[in-house]
């Protein structure tokens, strides 16, 4: 027997199974904590109404299933319809992006890169290009012209009869020795507005697909992620993909589905990233408004709570000090991917597999093939 619960936060209404009972799961429609009452426990009797509840009250009051209602998969009696299949699928990929954020870690650009437009921001996607080796030649416009200062730049002449200023000259030619004086440290304020450039210069930048001047902005322990996910998508055996979480089996599975061998061979960690934004694997219409909530510091790491449509999101986005400059660490919110997700699967009626197969299939307009669980690089 199935009970109707009501999302406190929504207000959409759901029938859940017998073995969600007693559970506090994610709710399908919003994301919000949903606890499954247990109709099996013995429940108080009600009080008696103050005054006697006429047949006319009783139908006016009487509840209307509007069309926030939906029968959660596989929580119905009934076998579900192709509608009720689409509805959930649709909530689990986050009614167009808060959970496809947390699907697979090249989709979170899709996320990352809402918003209806407006200048890119300035940290991070300034124009500036990458060097060969990946890293982005950092520094502000101020720094960059004192590095590359002296020749360039036209001098005034000195009036005739004049000297200069003892040691101006000099100074300016005399390269620097590495004993120069450490440089001030930012305040808490500045801090934090370092790492709300980082972010925006992020997101700009996806929004862009300058994929260089994105990965520029990561954190090393997510590129090192990505990695160990191109390794997995080029060699990883059949089994080894299944036994992988839903997240990580979806990003291998998503590599091998929209990249041939030879071009996965040819990138590293931080190139499959820039790949990813460059092409715009997830379009655009799949993208919210994401910002970031109050930023707090902790040292050389920070953490902001996502704000999507101006209300607080289910996740917080964590930052990285990286040789002086903030980056962006995806990893915990991938971890969380996993706790989201993983409940959900439960509701579909479908298996960790087919709900990956399926969600390619959403992701890219294109069934992936029946191969897609074989490595690329055969032994």
Request: some cysteine.
């Amino acid at each position: 027997m199935s009970v109707q619960v009501t999302c406190s936060s929504c207000g959409a209404m759901f029938a859940a199974q017998p073995h969600l009972y007693g559970q506090q799961v994610p709710c399908p429609s919003c994301n919000g904590a949903l606890t499954i009452p247990n109709p099996e426990q013995e429940a108080p009797a009600p009080e008696p109404p103050d005054d006697p509840v006429s047949a006319a009250s009783l139908e006016r009051s009487a509840p209307t299933l509007g069309p926030a209602y939906r029968s959660v998969p596989g929580a119905a009696d009934a076998p579900m319809s192709g509608d009720d299949k689409r509805v959930v699928m649709y909530a689990i990929l986050g009614g167009g992006g808060i959970l496809l954020l947390l699907l697979v870690a090249i989709v979170v650009t899709s996320l990352l890169s809402g918003g209806d437009g407006g200048e890119p921001a300035t940290a991070g996607d300034n124009g500036a290009e990458t060097s060969d080796d990946g890293e982005a030649e950092s520094g502000s416009a101020s720094d960059a012209s004192a590095g590359e200062g002296g020749a360039k730049s036209s001098k005034p002449k000195t009036p005739a009869g004049k000297s200069k200023p003892a040691g101006s000259g000099a100074a300016k030619a005399t390269p620097k020795t590495g004993n120069e004086p450490p440089k001030k440290p930012l305040s808490p304020e500045e801090e934090k507005q370092a790492v709300k450039e980082c972010f925006d210069g992020y997101r700009a930048a996806v929004k862009a697909r300058r994929g260089k001047a994105a990965a520029d902005l990561i954190a090393t322990v997510t590129l090192d992620y990505y990695e160990r996910m191109r390794q997995s998508a080029l060699a990883a055996s059949e089994q080894e993909v299944r036994g992988m979480s839903f997240t990580d089996a979806s990003f291998v599975l998503l590599c091998r589905h929209r990249l041939d061998v030879e071009r996965l061979k040819s990138m590293d960690g931080k190139g499959l990233l820039a790949h990813g934004a460059n092409e715009g694997w997830v379009g655009k219409q799949q993208s919210q408004d994401v910002t970031l909530g109050p930023i707090q510091l902790d040292g050389d790491t920070a953490s902001a709570q996502a704000m999507v449509n101006g209300q607080p999101g289910p996740f917080r986005f964590s930052f990285n000090k990286e040789r002086g400059q903030w980056k962006l660490d995806l990893m915990p919110l991938l971890k969380f991917a996993d706790s989201a997700i993983e409940p959900l699967i439960s509701m579909t009626g479908q298996t960790k597999e087919q709900l990956i197969l399926e969600t390619l299939r959403q992701l890219t307009g294109q069934a992936p093939s029946a191969d897609i669980w074989q490595p690329l690089v055969k032994e």
